[in-house]
T-cell receptor, first 114, second 110 residues
């Protein structure tokens, strides 16, 4: 089955700096890679996603890059703000527009220091 | 966006009892949904995939007789934790698709 590795497990940045979280996956059949933000005790919130036919996607301060050959993808947050502090999870799925069975990384706790 | 509700949000029960968790989609229908379990400070782990009208598919290591899933309609799925033990204490989350997660149920077994 799929195995998703995520690094780092914790990340502290100064407000305004950039944060980068990296993930690798093992199953070449995976073609959908979402990122989630989860605040304590809350449900995961989809913040950005990318499919295997795209190398990069950006949405305001958030961007995701995908290297399908190397089987890794990264989340980039620029101009970080205190409200970006949360746990971020990457995930991988072999599904297209179908059922979205997700394998999650272990998570990165991001702390943005004011 | 679509809304998914989950009930109850928190439950405390005694060891050996059974607990039913409901996951309901309020404004859309879907044939497939997922149940995840999240232990404190850990990731979401897929427990099972259920399809409306058929038996659920369980992930390796998840006991199907302990975690009963009923997906009787396109808008309702239930997870019953039978004979609960303290090690079953966790955060249980349902998911309909890539972004429609339930708010989760915090189960504490004493």
């Amino acid at each position: 089955g799929e195995n998703v590795e995520q690094h780092p497990s914790t990340l502290s940045v100064q407000e305004g700096d950039s944060a980068v979280i990296k993930c690798t996956y093992s199953d070449s059949a995976s073609n959908y890679f979402p990122w989630y933000k989860q605040e304590l005790g809350k449900r995961p919130q989809l913040i950005i996603d990318i499919r295997s036919n795209v190398g990069e996607k950006k949405d305001q301060r958030i961007a995701v890059t995908l290297n399908k050959t190397a089987k890794h993808f990264s989340l980039h947050i620029t101009e970080t703000q205190p409200e970006d502090s949360a746990v971020y999870f990457c995930a991988a799925s072999p599904s297209g527009a179908g059922s979205y069975q997700l394998t999650f990384g272990k998570g990165t706790k991001l702390s943005v220091i004011p | 966006g679509a809304v998914v509700s989950q009930h109850p949000s928190r439950v405390i029960c005694k060891s050996g009892t059974s607990v039913k968790i409901e996951c309901r989609s309020l404004d859309f229908q879907a044939t497939t949904m997922f149940w995840y379990r999240q232990f404190p400070k850990q990731s979401l782990m897929l427990m099972a995939t259920s399809n409306e009208g058929s038996k659920a598919t369980y992930e390796q290591g998840v006991e199907k007789d302990k975690f009963l899933i009923n997906h009787a309609s396109l808008t309702l799925s239930t997870l019953t934790v039978t004979s609960a033990h303290p090690e079953d204490s966790s955060f249980y989350i349902c998911s309909w698709g890539k972004q429609f997660f339930g708010p989760g149920t915090r189960l504490t077994v004493l």
